[in-house]
């Protein structure tokens, strides 16, 4: 087991205004998987992906990433497991404004221990014409392909993914969606993706479901449909 969720509670405020964004969660993703979270807004899909990015910690129980337990270890610790194993795209692009494309990438690559060739990736996610840009230069397919660049860079083990085509047209989601298959497949990232898309569950090893803070559902797809397949 790579990944192992148990019992994970994260409340938030106390008394009558206390809200369970994680109820209980038991969770257990394997190496190399493709994970998609599915669950209406408010549900907790991106408390979760916080605690397993170790971007916030649980109110009890505890996650288990590669034998080590991030909800117990010391911050020195958490820090170097979120800048070595961890990638994250977020909700928002979260990019540094004042600075371009190609810049935004090199500082995560400097602080990386083995990182990726920054023009490889720019031009396999189609960037390099906009490498000298500034991120309000850029159309939000540019931004979220930039802050996709971003995080492989470090050539994470885990990827996590909080709805990178919530913004996008069909044909941006695609390209994302084909280069986090790619990412997967070449360097056997875990690649943990949430979505409000129905059609994108088809492309993961491991579909789960989200509801009040609760897993509903935990389902394992046979055969992994490819992207270019996808119905989205
Ligand atoms: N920092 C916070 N302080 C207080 N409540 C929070 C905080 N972050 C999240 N919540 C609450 O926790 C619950 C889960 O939020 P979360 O952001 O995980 O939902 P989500 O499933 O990602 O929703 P969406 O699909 O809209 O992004 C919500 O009720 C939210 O209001
Ligand atoms: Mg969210």
Redesign the pocket.
């Known amino acids: 087991m790579y990944i192992e969720i148990k019992n994970a509670v994260?409340q938030?405020?106390q008394g009558e205004n206390a809200?369970y964004?994680?109820n209980g969660v038991d969770l257990s993703i394997e190496e190399h998987e493709i994970c998609v979270i599915l669950?209406?807004?408010?549900?907790?899909?991106?408390?979760?992906?916080?605690m397993l990015g170790g971007i916030?910690t649980l109110t009890s129980g505890s996650i288990v990433v590669n034998g080590k337990d991030i909800s117990n270890i010391s911050k020195k610790e958490l820090t170097l497991y979120r800048r070595e194993d961890i990638g994250f795209i977020f909700?928002s692009y979260n990019l540094i404004q004042d600075l371009t494309v190609k810049e935004n990438i090199q500082t995560v690559a400097d602080i990386s221990k083995e990182p990726l060739d920054i023009d490889e990736l720019l031009s396999a996610l189609s960037l390099e014409k906009y490498k000298n840009h500034f991120p309000s230069e850029l159309s939000g397919g540019q931004q979220q392909r930039t802050a996709i660049a971003r995080a492989l860079v470090k050539n994470p083990a885990i990827l996590l993914c909080?709805?990178p085509t919530g913004a996008l047209d069909s044909k941006s989601s695609r390209d994302v969606l084909r280069m986090l298959e790619k990412v997967n497949n070449l360097y056997e990232t875990t690649v943990i993706i949430?979505t409000?898309n129905e059609g994108i569950s088809k492309m993961a090893d491991r579909v789960i479901r989200?509801h009040d803070?609760k897993i509903v559902k935990n389902v394992l797809n046979d055969e992994r449909m490819p992207v270019d397949e996808l119905e989205i």
């Open positions: 994260k938030y405020g809200i964004a994680m669950g209406p807004s408010g549900s907790g899909k991106s408390t979760l992906l916080n916030d909700q909080d709805e949430i409000h989200i803070g």
